[in-house]
């Protein structure tokens, strides 16, 4: 693994100075694409040419004179020719919004998207956060992100998904099953199902996903796998994993995987 790649797995996978490392990565590289696109995820400002509301959110297409960016956030008053400030986000590539039934080349997700220079939007309803639930960063209180929304940069992934009802895999296995049998499935195909409980799109080239299916338990660590895969999701999808097994696999800082199904087949169903 080179540094820039250990940079990025490092920063990344811990979700600690996100922007900071993209930068790092993409000036090192000397890659102007992917350079503008880590300037882009440090926030950006510009004009609106386009906006939209769907689901409890609202996009909006920003030129901000040499681009034009999609940022979205949770729902807020805005229209063309506005001036916004689009804060720090999570890119996120080729996502499809169900809502919209439209595909996004490229959509920035933040928690703050700001008008005139004004402070932080406020909806009139801002929907809720579940009981319990953490205060997002960067967001008005009582806002929260409607359901299967991608994470956003410091917001832990949601530890109350219903795994209820997930059904085992046509001739496959769940995940405790990949677990206890690790040692015989090294390097053999499975196939499991379950819900996606934490994603990260881009690192090293492929997105990263942990999956729950119900199975297994927190104290015996057996209930979260990871996958490795070129397939787009979003958490809370439920999705069908085919990939090979491997085990005690070390990414080095600290990143080791008891099991992990690496450039797995990802079907959102």
Do not use: C
């Not at 609202?58 to 979205?72: C, E, H, M, N, P």
């Not at 949601?158 to 040692?183: H, P, S």
């Not at 992990?260 to 087949?265: D, G, S, V």
């Amino acid at each position: 693994m080179n540094k820039m790649n250990y940079l990025l797995l490092t920063a990344l996978l811990a979700t600690a100075s996100f922007v900071s490392a993209q930068g790092v990565i993409a000036a090192a590289d000397g890659d102007a694409a992917a350079a503008a696109a880590a300037a882009a995820a440090a926030g950006f400002s510009g004009k609106v040419v386009e906006t939209t509301n769907t689901a409890g959110y609202t996009y909006v297409l920003v030129d901000t004179g040499s681009q034009k960016l999609w940022a979205a956030t949770t729902q807020f008053d805005v229209k063309a020719g506005d001036p916004v400030t689009v804060a720090a986000g999570a890119p996120m590539s080729n996502y499809h919004s169900q809502s919209l039934d439209r595909t996004f080349d490229l959509v920035y997700f933040t928690g703050v998207i700001t008008v005139n220079g004004g402070s932080v939007p406020v909806t009139a309803n801002p929907p809720a956060l579940p009981a319990g639930h953490p205060a997002l960063t960067g967001v008005p209180t009582g806002t929260t992100l409607p359901p299967g929304h991608p994470a956003l940069p410091g917001v832990k992934p949601d530890g109350k998904l219903d795994l209820t009802g997930i059904k085992r895999a046509d001739g496959g296995q769940t995940i405790a099953e990949i677990y206890a049998g690790r040692a015989t499935l090294v390097g053999k195909p499975v196939t499991v199902r379950g819900k996606v409980v934490k994603y990260n799109a881009a690192i090293m080239g492929k997105n990263w996903l942990h999956i729950r299916d119900g199975s297994g338990t927190d104290d015996a660590r057996d209930n979260d796998l990871a996958i490795t895969t070129d397939t787009a999701t979003m958490v809370g999808d439920t999705v069908l994993v085919s990939g090979v097994v491997t085990t005690n696999k070390d990414f080095g800082a600290g990143y080791k995987y008891v099991v992990i199904l690496e450039n797995a087949k990802v079907t959102v169903e």
